[in-house]
């Protein structure tokens, strides 16, 4: 989260003092600072259409803006962190801006708890079974943990796939499995085709622990945009609240 407080220095708060007064200057203060959190922003959008690896359109839409108030005159830019459902973009961005080692993610945690992973591996995406966004999806995902046993209880909806008729008929169980075939240890997927009965990997057990450099350089990106164009949005900030101010 980057906050911007749209303090000025002493001159250029002298300069709006004389021309606003005690009364419209938290006003254009306010402007000002969301304003800046506006282009920062538009900023690290850019740098994340650039450097991201075909960022899914809700990472793209994540980054919000909290505008700035009279008597709060600071504005925020921030990554989401709540969906309604799913992992948040501030969760799984924080490596892509901080870099650094990755933690297990909610699925591999889920299939560790269920002995089905040792606690050192992390699970890695085949190419063969990613989207377009090079991520399996997250409905595929559940579908995994439904069949091996290792989905959530929530609600008193027990979503792990069962002998029932209605869970047969989605056919998870056997579709897929965690185990090892030809030496590579992973979640497989069965597969039917014209040469017959196969197996193709969806996830394979790494014991090497991801480690990520700073794609995105979060804070530098927006200290930079701010200080590039702090004095040109406060001198906009009091022209325009000096349109306004009430005689």
Known sequence: MIRIDAQPDIEALSKGLRLLGDKQLPFALALTATKLAQRVKAGELDVMRQRLDRPTPTTMNSLYVKVAKKNNPEARA????????????????????????????????????????????????????????????????????????????SSGFQANASGSKRSKRKGNQQRYFAGVVDGESGIWERKKTAFGDGVKPVFIFSDREPNYRTIIPFYKIADNIVKANYMAEFTSALDFALATAKA
């Open 78 to 153: 921030f990554f989401k962190d709540a969906w309604t459902s799913g992992v948040p973009a501030d969760t799984y961005l924080q490596q892509a801006v901080k870099g650094g080692r990755r933690p297990h993610k909610r699925f591999e945690k889920a299939l560790i708890a269920k002995g089905l992973m040792k606690s050192s591996q992390y699970a890695i995406p085949s190419p063969s079974a990613a989207n377009q966004f090079g991520n399996v999806s997250r409905g595929v995902v559940l579908k995994i943990l439904s069949a091996l046993g290792a989905a959530e209880t």
